[in-house]
């Protein structure tokens, strides 16, 4: 079958084995699959990725009809239209667990291949991790990525009194609002921390989704009310930074770090799990949806990853089967 693989020089397009099945995985003819900033460190089997996956087929999320279940698949059989995360998405052919697979009900295949990844990382984020409850104060920092402009629907839907997202790109941080943003800023700029109290009646937010950390941590922190807390999913502000351990304490904030990347296989099935049952109704109605910046072919995966990197797209980049 075609796929995108991993090479030293990034993503390509190789032919490769179908993928077999284990006993509890589903065999997915892809129709679409979604791209993450992560793919562009496992196209080249390098960051957090392992080496060994050189040769590999790249993509973490994707979406199509089961063509073979395991022998100890339940809820899934051929023919079902399913949406998956796992690996391996930039395929013909893609396996997956079937606690990491959802049924497409209503979603068509493209906005089905795009938002597993999304809602699963924005809910644990939120819900599970920040233990949101209606009326809080919640900041999104990197609000403009697709994880971030999740949370901020998933934010809205959970009834959050002011929800704050930053964006260093004007055009971007203008539609914030349309996904729920109640105030939009610059992390930058001079002043933005004062704009989030003020925002909030000089209390602080609740409640803070960090896709950026590095050198914001501790601005961020002043923004935190007391007993408020900080999430941290994202490091594109960088990995290190300075840490104000006094105003972590003085704040008493929690300080919780999430990844997928050590988490169990059951971890994972209890992640999906939770978000089929807290949001499947605003799912199939379309009220969590992501936008769709550009789509690509299979064949054009390098280009796609160009565009990724270039980090001008807003909301999702798609890759199509055809």
């Known amino acids: 079958m075609k796929a995108g693989v991993s090479t030293p020089d990034g ?70 239209l399913v949406m998956c995360t796992g690996g391996g998405g930039y395929a013909e052919y893609a396996v997956a667990d079937m606690g990491r697979t959802l049924p497409l009900g209503g979603l068509d295949v493209a906005q089905a291949a795009v938002l597993p990844l999304a809602l699963m990382t924005a809910h644990d984020a939120l819900v599970t991790n920040g233990r949101l409850r209606a009326g809080e104060a919640v900041l999104v920092q990197g609000a403009s990525s697709a994880v971030g402009l999740m949370a901020l629907r998933i934010a809205r839907l959970k009834g959050a009194a002011v929800i704050v997202g930053t964006s260093s790109d004007a055009e971007r941080r203008g ?51 007391v007993r408020g807390r900080m999430v941290n999913v994202g490091r594109l502000g960088g990995t290190t930074a300075a840490f104000d351990f006094d105003r972590h304490a003085a704040r008493r904030i929690d300080y919780i770090g999430v990844t997928f990347r050590t988490r169990t296989v059951d971890e994972v099935r209890a992640i999906v799990q939770r978000v089929r049952e807290d949001l499947w109704d605003a799912v199939q109605s379309g009220a969590l949806s992501l936008p769709i910046d550009r789509s690509f072919t299979l064949d054009d995966v390098p280009a796609a990853h160009e565009h990724m990197r270039a980090n001008a797209h807003f909301g999702k980049i798609l890759l199509t089967a055809a």
């Not at 509890?24 to 080496?51: K, S, T, Y």
């Not at 004062?194 to 609740?206: E, H, P």
């Open 175 to 225: 539609r914030l609002a349309g996904f729920g943003a109640t105030l939009a800023l610059d992390a930058r700029q001079e002043g933005w921390t004062d704009a989030v109290l003020a925002a909030t009646g000089g209390q602080g937010v609740d409640l803070v989704v960090d896709m950026v950390s590095g050198p914001l941590v501790n601005p961020t922190m002043t923004v935190t009310a």
């Open 11 to 80: 993503v390509a397009v190789r032919e490769v084995p179908r993928p077999v099945p284990g006993p509890e995985q589903v065999l997915v003819r892809v129709a679409a699959a979604g791209l993450n900033r992560a793919d562009l460190d496992a196209a080249r089997g390098a960051g957090v990725a392992d080496p060994k996956s050189l040769g590999k087929p790249v993509g973490m999320e994707w979406a199509g009809e089961v063509v073979e279940a395991g022998d100890a698949v339940t809820g899934f059989r051929p023919g079902d």
